[in-house]
């Protein structure tokens, strides 16, 4: 269970990143990856643990396949401003059905992550 003090630092950083979401990023390979609005699970001091739903288009596929990641991130707050920026993401796991090649899912993880 979460507790209050998390939801009074997430929940304002939730509503107004909505209009930022989904982001795409655009793979060499010509691949299209869209990451949707992260939701967090625990916050421990300074580190965020969360999940996001993700779907990755292959450029010779006709629809996306859909899947997940799971992160920790280290959040800066400025009090002052009363932002929180999440800094130093790693990806914990990825997960998308369909694809069991380590190595893709490593080459993944190393895009998303940058």
């Known amino acids: 269970m979460l507790n209050i ?8 950083l939730l509503s107004h990143a909505q209009e930022l ?3 795409v990023l655009k793979a060499n390979d010509g ?3 869209t990451i949707y609005q992260p ?8 580190i965020l643990i969360g999940r996001t ?7 010779s596929a006709p629809d996306p396949v859909f899947g997940a990641l799971w992160f920790k991130a280290e959040m800066e707050t400025n009090r002052e401003n009363r932002m929180a920026v999440l800094q130093k993401l790693q990806i914990d796991r ?12 490593m080459d993944l993880q190393k895009l998303l992550e940058t």
Not at 5 to 12: G, R, S, Y
Not at 94 to 105: F, H, M, Q
């Open 5 to 12: 003090a998390f939801w009074v630092i997430c929940l304002p």
């Open 21 to 23: 979401w989904p982001r």
């Open 31 to 33: 691949s299209k990856i």
């Open 39 to 46: 939701q967090p699970e625990k916050l421990d001091g300074k």
């Open 53 to 59: 739903a993700i779907s990755v288009q292959q450029k």
């Open 94 to 105: 990825v997960k998308i059905p369909g694809i069991e090649d380590s190595l893709k899912i």
